[in-house]
Nanobody, 122 residues
Framework: QVQLVESGGGLVQPGGSLRLSCVAS????????MGWFRQAPGKEREFVAT????????YYADSVKGRFSISRDNAKNTVALKMNSLKPEDTAVYYC???????????????WGQGTQVTVSS
């Protein structure tokens, strides 16, 4: 069973950048589709970005398109989310998820990490 651990969250000013990482253990990441999701206080979890097994395909929520970039390093069993031009509305707990099927459903029965807090505030 794969296990996921996120890191890289923190407090950043509006317009700033952060890079989140998700490290997998227990299974080779290369066999899994990966995704990032987020949940803001009082809101439901929402899709942020996804990447295919090979890394050749990516897809983003409209709210982050052009600002966020998802990437993966299968040799290091790691998926990253680079977040630029951060806005206060990006404040949320960010989760990575993994599955053998494409990862885009916020309620999907995927393997989930524990989450990392991102706070965008001046």
């Amino acid at each position: 069973q794969v296990q996921l651990v996120e890191s890289g969250g923190g407090l950043v000013q509006p317009g700033g950048s952060l890079r989140l990482s998700c490290v997998a253990s227990g299974r080779a990441l290369a066999s899994l589709h990966m995704g990032w999701f987020r949940q803001a206080p009082g809101k439901e979890r929402e899709f942020v970005a996804t990447i295919t097994r090979s890394g050749g395909g990516t897809y983003y929520a409209d709210s982050v398109k052009g600002r966020f970039s998802i990437s993966r390093d299968n040799a290091k069993n790691t998926v990253a989310l680079k977040m630029n031009s951060l806005k206060p509305e990006d404040t949320a707990v960010y989760y990575c998820a993994a599955d053998q099927t494409p990862v885009r459903d916020p309620a999907g029965g995927y393997v989930w990490g524990q989450g990392t807090q991102v706070t965008v505030s001046s």
